[in-house]
Nanobody
Framework: VQLQASGGGLVQSGGSLRLSCAAS????????MGWYRQAPGKQRELVAHIRTGNITYYLASVKGRFTISRDNAKNTVYLQMNSLKPGDTAVYYC?????????????WGQGTLVTVSS
């Protein structure tokens, strides 16, 4: 299973970006898809995830600004990020918990850099 992330970039404070992450490979089902981020000198943190049944979780600091969604037909998860702040600057990593051949495993995509200038 591979995760291909895209959509990072440089944006001014208050701007928007949309991240995408597509899963491919031998996939029976995807239980959870989500986004983590890691800023320089900080630990990686969960930003948002979406579970089967469209149950979502958001980090408190992004609630109301970020929206996670999922296209099951495309095995793709999106993160719409609005009202971006300099504190959102980080490398964003896509994560998925996938069932394949009756085995559940977690996978990571390559990071995509989001830089928010003040």
């Amino acid at each position: 299973v591979q995760l291909q992330a895209s959509g990072g970039g440089l944006v001014q404070s208050g701007g928007s970006l949309r991240l995408s992450c597509a899963a491919s490979g031998s996939i029976a089902s995807i239980n959870v898809m989500g986004w983590y981020r890691q800023a320089p000198g900080k630990q990686r943190e969960l930003v948002a995830h979406i579970r089967t049944g469209n149950i979502t979780y958001y980090l408190a600091s992004v609630k109301g600004r970020f929206t996670i969604s999922r296209d099951n037909a495309k095995n793709t998860v999106y993160l719409q990020m609005n009202s971006l702040k300099p504190g959102d600057t980080a490398v964003y990593y896509c994560n998925a918990v996938v069932t394949s051949n009756r085995i559940q495993s977690a996978y990571w995509g390559q990071g995509t850099l989001v830089t928010v200038s003040s």
